[in-house]
């Protein structure tokens, strides 16, 4: 079985950068589809970004189009969440995911029961 094991959170100023990573052992998941979701206090947990198997597709929420850039090294075994321009609004937990079977199409990359396998998530804070 998978685990997922997010880093790279912290406290960050408004316009600032962080890079989260999403490491995966117990077995590759570079035969997975991997998705970011987050949970801001008193929200529920919404979609941010996904990466498809080969990393060739990738799809965003649009609030963070432009901004966020998800992608993975299949050597590392880790995909990752660079995060530009960072507002207030982007605090949250942020959660990786893993999908093992087939979704195409935001509809479907979006929803969280997609995903097969879960992180703890790691914790990001922006200040204004």
């Known amino acids: 079985q998978v685990q997922l094991v997010e880093s790279g959170g912290g406290l960050v100023q408004a316009g600032g950068s962080l890079r989260l990573s999403c490491a995966a052992s117990?077995?590759?998941?570079?035969?997975?589809?991997v998705g970011w979701f987050r949970q801001a206090p008193g929200k529920d947990r919404e979609f941010v970004a996904h990466?498809?198997?080969?990393?060739?597709?990738?799809y965003y929420t649009d609030s963070v189009k432009g901004r966020f850039t998800i992608s993975r090294d299949i050597a590392k075994n880790t995909v990752y969440l660079q995060m530009n321009s960072l507002k207030p609004e982007d605090t949250a937990v942020y959660y990786c995911?893993?999908?093992?079977?087939?979704?195409?199409?935001?509809?479907?990359?979006?929803?969280?029961?997609?995903?097969?396998?879960w992180g703890q998530g790691t914790q990001v804070t922006v200040s204004s």
């Open positions: 990466i498809s198997r080969s990393g060739r597709s990738t």
């Open positions: 117990g077995r590759t998941f570079s035969t997975d589809a």
């Open positions: 995911a893993a999908d093992r079977d087939y979704c195409s199409g935001y509809e479907c990359v979006s929803r969280e029961y997609t995903y097969d396998y």
